[in-house]
């Protein structure tokens, strides 16, 4: 997609990295990320963001590409993480004249991550100020904590173009054909999931604007049907469940509570659920079940008992749950211990910190190896969490 058009005016310039394991050392990006940036062709020059260090060389050759014999006259700086602002300081050196443009803790984070000093070739920015390049108008939305302090969105009136930041970003390069809303929805809540009340008010300002296309800073450019985009954004940030479902997750040690989860998930199947997902997670990736556990309505949680706690895995996943704002769900909880079955209580004490949340009466208590009355508190568990 390199040097693409987004308008006659604006190109995209930004790039793919297929060479990536981990986004920000914690997610599994199996077909990369593209790291946006875009620059209008007006009166003034103006590049919208950098990129990654890793691909600092290619964006640069992009923008020369689009530049020809024209220098850069403003870059937006709508997020100074380093996927997006790491090629900052090598853009000012290259364009000595060029200002930057922020908001009053764009300039302190840069000033940190490079010990360089740009308040002469700033210019702060503050919710509503305008800047003139031309032909277009940008208008800055502030949108803090979504998910830094200092993110601003950009806003060109002309042509009706948002430039979201990180806001409507998904996983994945821009030559990978996947569904947009399955990698939008995993970076979303392991990323941006925290944040929802920052998220909410941020989509009550963007409903004040006619936006045409929505340009962010990582994944596609969103061109039509914007509606869609934009209420995944409105459930996923209001913690209400986007689709009916039970996720049971698993923490087994030696197999059989591996072996109870399949047989509840049987038993659910048996009572007309339609959805069902089953993870394990000793062994599936964290922030695919994160995912899951926000999508569904609904969610059983069986652990082995390790150490008279958690096994680990499961006391890692409850710790990322809490910490992205899980609510709004109904909950079923399963432990397994050969002598002293105690993983329930634990999961119980954690979910208790989390709001909102519907515990299931029925506990499914298994001793070693579930049994027949075993299975007749798992159909009791299905009947209360089926409602």
């Known amino acids: 997609m390199n040097n693409n058009k987004v308008t006659d005016t604006i190109f995209y310039i930004g790039v793919d990295d297929k060479t990536i394991d981990l986004f920000e050392s914690q997610y599994v990006v199996p077909n990369g990320i593209s790291y946006n940036s875009y620059v209008i062709m007006d009166d003034k020059v103006t590049v919208m963001d950098t990129v990654d260090a890793r691909k600092t060389e290619a964006w640069m050759s992009n923008l020369e590409a689009v530049l020809g014999e024209r220098e850069v ?76 302090p200092e993110v601003m969105m950009s806003y060109e009136l002309s042509e009706k173009i948002m430039f979201s930041a990180d806001a409507f970003g998904k996983f994945g390069a821009l030559d990978t054909d996947e569904d947009w809303a399955c990698e939008a929805r995993r970076y979303y809540f392991n990323i941006v999931g925290k944040y929802g009340n920052q998220v909410q008010a941020v989509l009550k300002k963007l409903a004040t604007l006619d936006v045409a296309v929505i340009c962010p800073l990582h994944g596609p450019i969103l061109r039509e049907k914007l509606s869609y985009y934009i209420e995944k954004y409105n459930i996923w940030s209001s913690y209400e469940p986007e689709d009916e479902g039970v996720l049971i997750a698993y923490a087994s040690i030696h197999g059989n509570t591996a072996k109870a989860a399949k047989k509840m998930a049987e038993i659910l199947r048996e009572h007309g659920t339609k959805k069902v997902v089953i993870s394990d997670l000793a062994r599936e990736d964290m922030a695919e079940v994160i995912e899951d556990a926000f999508r569904y309505d609904k969610m059983i949680l069986a652990s082995a ?27 079923g909880l399963m432990e397994n211990g050969t ?27 298994i001793k070693s190896a579930y049994t027949d009355k075993n299975v007749q508190e798992m159909q009791t568990l299905a009947e209360q969490i089926l409602g």
């Open 73 to 148: 006259d403003y870059l937006i700086v709508s997020h100074v993480e380093p996927d997006h602002a790491a090629s900052v300081k090598i853009l000012a050196e290259k364009y000595p004249q060029m200002k930057l443009v922020g908001n009053a803790k764009t300039f302190v984070f840069l000033s940190q991550f490079f010990a360089t000093d740009f308040t002469d070739r700033a210019v702060i920015v503050k919710e509503g100020d305008t800047l003139e390049l031309g032909s277009h108008t940008l208008q800055f939305v502030m949108a803090p904590m979504i998910h830094w």
């Open 305 to 331: 008992t390790y150490d008279s706690g958690l096994f680990p895995c499961m006391e890692d996943f409850l710790a990322h749950l809490k910490s992205k704002g899980f609510q709004k769900r109904t909950i």
């Open 339 to 365: 002598w002293a079955p105690q993983a329930a209580k634990h999961m119980k004490n954690i979910l208790e910190t989390m709001k909102n949340l519907t515990i299931c009466e029925q506990t499914v208590s």
